[in-house]
């Protein structure tokens, strides 16, 4: 299995601003993911976080938006750049266990909200 | 394209019913689905896998190639199942997962 923490567990921000939130996991793992959950609505894959590489975006989300950082391969960040209300969401890291059969572990989110 | 399609976000049922929550996916390689379970205030975990083949909480869901569904059944609903349940496409390309739009189980007393 894997632990991961994640933080800030919450967060007020003003628009305009960013917000990095850090991903941290209690093994080594290959590869970390951050997913957006809107209220109400599923989880959407935002990018996957390579270490030694760039990552990897999904349609709609873009590097200058969303710079992702993974130094080793245990942490990871994500950064929210010159937010809106918007970007008002909770912000999952996501990474799978070692030998866990595809099983996906989470943080316990990052609830963002841009006034 | 890579999908899964949960068609009930909420879905109510009284205490000691059956409850079934349907998941259909499309994915043209070998699936592997899971069932993740949210409850209030904790983290999105694992409930179960196809593969194993297991009952977790009185929970199973049988995978049907043919009808590209996983749905998830339990024959006795208890209060504490109450929770937001997502079917998910595991393990596709570069390891992503897939997700479901979810969907609200509430237990009636």
């Known amino acids: 299995s894997a632990v991961i923490s994640q933080k800030p567990s919450r967060d007020i921000c003003q628009r305009g601003t960013s917000l990095t939130i850090q991903c941290q996991v209690d093994?080594?793992?290959?590869?970390m993911f951050w997913y957006r959950q809107q209220p109400g609505q599923s989880l959407t894959l935002i990018a996957t976080?390579?270490?030694?590489?760039?990552?990897?975006?999904e349609s709609g989300f873009v590097i200058d938006k969303f710079p992702i950082s993974r130094p080793n391969l245990t942490f990871s960040t994500l950064t929210v750049s010159n937010m809106s209300p918007e970007d008002s969401s909770i912000y999952l890291c996501?990474?799978?266990?070692?030998?866990?059969?595809?099983?996906?572990?989470f943080g316990q989110g990052t609830r963002l909200t841009v006034v | 394209a890579q999908r899964v399609t949960q068609p009930e976000k909420l879905l109510s049922v009284f205490k000691g019913a059956p409850v079934e929550l349907k998941c259909n996916y499309s994915?043209?390689?070998?699936?592997?689905l899971f069932w993740y379970v949210q409850y209030s205030r904790q983290r999105l975990q694992l409930l179960l896998r196809?593969?194993s083949r297991e009952s977790i909480k009185g929970f199973t869901a049988d995978l049907n190639k043919g009808e590209t569904s996983f749905h998830l059944k339990k024959p006795f609903a208890q209060e504490e199942d109450s929770a937001m349940y997502y079917c998910?496409?595991?393990?596709?390309?570069?390891?992503?997962?897939?997700f479901g739009a979810g969907t609200r189980l509430f237990v009636k007393a």
């Open positions: 996501s990474a799978h266990g070692t030998g866990t059969m595809g099983e996906a572990f």
């Open positions: 093994s080594q793992v290959t590869m």
């Open positions: 976080a390579n270490q030694g590489s760039e990552a990897t975006y």
């Open positions: 994915y043209s390689g070998s699936p592997e």
């Open positions: 196809h593969i």
């Open positions: 998910a496409l595991g393990n596709t390309g570069g390891f992503k997962t897939i």
